[in-house]
C-alpha cells in the first residue's frame, strides 16, 4: 500500500525547537517531491513548500521562507519540517503529501497531490 | 503570486441536490486546476486534476470543467458523504500550488 505516515502531535513552548517527520512506503520515495501543507485551527489549507527527496532540491512558498526548514532522508524514506524557534502562532494541523503527474483525458500532463499523511497537530502554547 | 478565490465560502444542500462551487484564478492558469475533498480530521483527498480529469475511485457525480481563470466543481445527486469542505489548487504557478480559500457544503 502506498502510504504516508507522519509522525504523532506535539505539544510545545514558545522558542522551542521542533522536527516533524513524514515518512512513505509502497512506491520509490526517492521519485516523487513531497509538499507540506499548513492548516491553522478551523482555516483552510496553506501551501508551505516542497522537496525533492533525490536531490534535496527545495522550495519555500515565500510566505513560509526563512521561518521552517524542510528537509529529507532518502535512506530512510523520511521527508521532515522543522521550526527552531516556534511561536503560538505555528500551531496548527501539518499535513504532507506526494507530488504525482497525472495524465488528463485530453492528454495533458498535470502536478497534483495524490497521497497525503494523516497530518500532525502541533500545539505550541506557554 | 497567483491568488484563488472560491466561492460560496459556504453552502448548504440537500441529499439529491447538485451545486456548483466556483474557482476563480488571479490570472489564466490554463487546466492546471486541482480540486480536494475534505473532511472534519482528515486529510484532503484528490477528486480532480488538469481541471477536469476525475481520479480514480472518485464517483461520477463529481465533475469539473473550466479553463483560464474560471473553474466550476460540480457534485450532481449529493450523497451524504458529500457534506465536507472542497479546495481548489493551481498547479500553473509550480513549485507555489496555492489553495483557494474552500468552500463548506453543510447540509440543509
Known amino acids: 500500500e502506498v502510504q504516508l505516515v507522519q509522525s504523532g502531535a506535539e505539544v510545545k513552548k514558545p522558542g522551542e525547537s521542533l522536527r516533524i517527520s513524514c515518512k512513505g512506503s509502497?512506491?520509490?520515495?526517492?521519485?516523487?517531491?513531497i509538499g507540506w501543507v499548513r492548516q491553522m485551527p478551523g482555516k483552510g489549507l496553506e501551501w508551505m513548500g516542497i522537496?525533492?527527496?533525490?536531490?534535496?532540491?527545495?522550495t519555500y512558498s515565500p510566505s513560509f521562507q526563512g521561518q521552517v526548514t524542510i528537509s529529507a532522508d532518502r535512506s530512510i524514506s523520511t521527508a521532515y519540517l522543522q521550526w527552531y524557534s516556534l511561536k503560538a502562532s505555528d500551531t496548527a494541523m501539518y499535513f504532507c503529501?506526494?507530488?504525482?503527474?497525472?495524465?488528463?483525458?485530453?492528454?495533458?500532463?498535470?502536478?497534483?497531490?495524490?497521497?497525503w499523511g494523516q497530518g500532525t497537530m502541533v500545539t505550541v502554547a506557554s | 503570486d497567483i491568488q484563488m478565490t472560491q466561492s460560496p465560502f459556504s453552502l448548504s444542500a440537500s441529499v439529491g441536490d447538485r451545486v456548483t462551487i466556483t474557482c476563480r484564478a488571479s490570472?489564466?492558469?490554463?487546466?492546471?486546476l486541482n480540486w480536494y475533498q475534505q473532511k472534519p480530521g482528515k486529510a484532503p483527498k484528490l477528486l480532480i486534476s488538469?481541471?477536469?480529469t476525475l481520479q480514480s475511485g472518485v464517483p461520477s457525480r463529481f465533475s469539473g470543467s473550466g479553463s483560464g481563470t474560471d473553474f466550476t466543481l460540480t457534485i450532481t445527486s449529493l450523497q451524504p458523504e458529500d457534506f465536507a469542505t472542497y479546495y481548489c489548487?493551481?498547479?500553473?504557478?509550480?513549485?507555489?500550488?496555492?489553495f483557494g480559500q474552500g468552500t463548506k457544503l453543510e447540509i440543509k
Open positions: 488538469g481541471a477536469s
Open positions: 490570472q489564466s492558469i490554463s487546466n492546471f
Open positions: 503529501a506526494r507530488r504525482v503527474d497525472v495524465v488528463a483525458t485530453t492528454g495533458g500532463r498535470y502536478e497534483a497531490f495524490d497521497i
Open positions: 489548487q493551481q498547479s500553473y504557478s509550480k513549485p507555489l500550488y496555492t
Open positions: 522537496i525533492y527527496p533525490s536531490d534535496s532540491q527545495t
Open positions: 509502497g512506491y520509490s520515495f526517492s521519485s516523487y517531491w
